[in-house]
């Protein structure tokens, strides 16, 4: 018959009062539990993972010395009756073990509490050599309390933050776009020399988008960007369009509080510098739209001008008797070009940007004394004032790509032509008319070969004019209201663009 060995008489005090042994407790640890009933004479070497002794003619169930059980109390104690540990009544030190629980904790939760026990060591829980320290709390197991008032706001956070980012985040894929994809336009023209000019039959986009008379057009003077045209309109925007492929709205940049009468590029098509009625220059990032300078004049601003041979030098003109030369890097005026006008209409520098030519308003009964004055750059003096002859007003100047001429559009209904050398004589021998002014600030300008000679109209009509005959080779009618500029595409010959005083942009093939 099966016996059943109890350590009765090695019970301590602390086993009497009802406290678990450490043996218990290991047991219990790590995941230990005896069978509910044993039957009589069967083999209890299993409880220990053991065979049982082939000696002996009775079974014996070997437990460790240190390990103390209890029969209920109130059961007989015969073979049939079952075997049972009591429960400790005091929770062990490690956190993750709860006593009379039945989820047992996994033994990758007690390696993080405990660590792994060492080959050859007693795993039992001893509180005597175990130092006294305050348990690590593993990750993500316990979470600390957050009021419900401070919940609610971290969501509103978090929802906000969310719906900027999917705000921003298409403008920065944009953005990225913006400047790096090439058109596929343009792409076959890259590697190769402009051709001839050709003046365009059919209308390739309209844009609608300004509502305010648009001043001033370009297109992107990188080529890998060329497909890019940017546009400057009284509406107080300036916008950057896909004028080749798609005729979509890129970007619109609103930084200034007035009318934006010029814009241009800078030479690495990166920024755009603008002037405004709100006596302000700007100059902004073309990725980001983030305004990097702001120059404040005591004047409005009506035309700009980029110093060709230091790219962050430009010129300044506008309702006042002086040309204000601006430092990017420094913000501040580094020339003053004075003269006794009231208003500068148009700017351009000559060949390699050491004279420039101003167009004013002044005119006089016998001469037109300072309708267009030629400056030195570096001294600031005047070079001469007496190039035009005539009594009337100049709104805009054109430089001839490769020869060293420059033509003014004047309000006499004609395009006069001079030398860009001293002493900036008039061509008599060629006059470009046939198209009218009437007081408008009609744009012109050569193709990049130096072949054709474009201008708008007051009646919305554009004219092409050959450039060594100067007679008229085309009219397109573009536009309803007077169009106000014209501008040949830098890399395509059959592509260009034209604005009006309604606001609307058309690009021509």
Known sequence: MSSLVAYE?????????????PARLAATTSGFELPSGLPAGGDAGSVRGKPSSASGSSSTLHLAPDLRYRWREGEHRDSRETLTLNPPKRFPTDPWIRQGSSYPCPESSRETVQGPAVKGENTSLNTHKRPAQQPQIAPGRVKPYVP????????????????????????????????SQVSESVKPYLGSKYSCAEIPKRLL????????PVNQIQWCPVPQSSHLLLSASMDRTVKVWDAVDSGRCWKTYSSHSGAVRDACWSSCGRNILSGSFDTTAHLTDVETGQRLVELRNEFRVCCLALQPRDPHVFLCGGFSSEVKAWDCRSCQVIRSYKAGIQQTLDIVFLPEGKEFITS??????????????????QTTAKVSNQIYQERYTCPSLALHPKESVFVAQTNGNYMALFSAQRPYRINKKKRYEGHKVEGYAVGCEFSPDGSLLATGSSNGVVHFYNYLTSRAVRTLPAHQQACVCVTFHPVLPAITATCDWSGEINTWH
């Open 9 to 21: 008489d090695s019970d301590s005090e602390e086993d009497r009062s009802g406290l678990a042994s």
């Open 148 to 179: 419900k008032r401070m919940r609610l706001r971290q969501l509103d956070t978090r929802d906000a933050e969310h719906a900027e980012d999917s705000e921003l985040q298409p403008d920065s894929q944009q953005h990225s776009r913006l400047l």
């Open 205 to 212: 986009f309209k844009l609608l988008e300004h509502q305010g």
């Open 360 to 377: 004013t308003d002044s005119v006089s009964r016998d001469s037109a004394d300072r309708t267009l004055i030629a400056w030195d750059f």
